[in-house]
């Protein structure tokens, strides 16, 4: 069973920058794409970023050229670059082997001044 663990979580202010990460306890990376999803309170959650065992990246539009998902296959770890925050940008993120029931337990983000 792959276990999924974030961090980078916090608190930052508009227009600052924020790095998640989640570490994989699998090499999984060149069989199974990764995901990156959020959840705002009272809201369903929503795709943020994925990326493709071949590694194409795929992102929805409202944070197309804001973050960037990456990962690293020697370490088991995908990153999610997140630029220029914005208040809506405030949720639980959560990572995932895209397609799958494997997720992780969430990391925080809040985005206020």
């Known amino acids: 069973q792959v276990q999924l663990v974030e961090s980078g979580g916090g608190l930052v202010q508009p227009g600052g920058s924020l790095r998640l990460s989640c570490a994989a306890s699998e090499n999984i990376f060149s069989i199974w794409g990764m995901a990156w999803y959020r959840q705002a309170p009272g809201k369903q959650r929503e795709l943020v970023a994925g990326i493709t065992s071949g590694g194409s990246p795929h992102y929805p539009d409202s944070v197309k050229g804001r973050f960037t998902i990456s990962r690293d296959n020697a370490k088991n770890t995908v990153y999610l670059q997140m630029n220029s925050l914005k208040s809506e940008d405030t949720a639980v993120y959560y990572c995932?082997?895209?397609?799958?029931?494997?997720w992780g337990q969430g990391t925080r983000v809040t985005v206020s001044s």
């Open positions: 995932t082997v895209w397609g799958t029931s494997y």
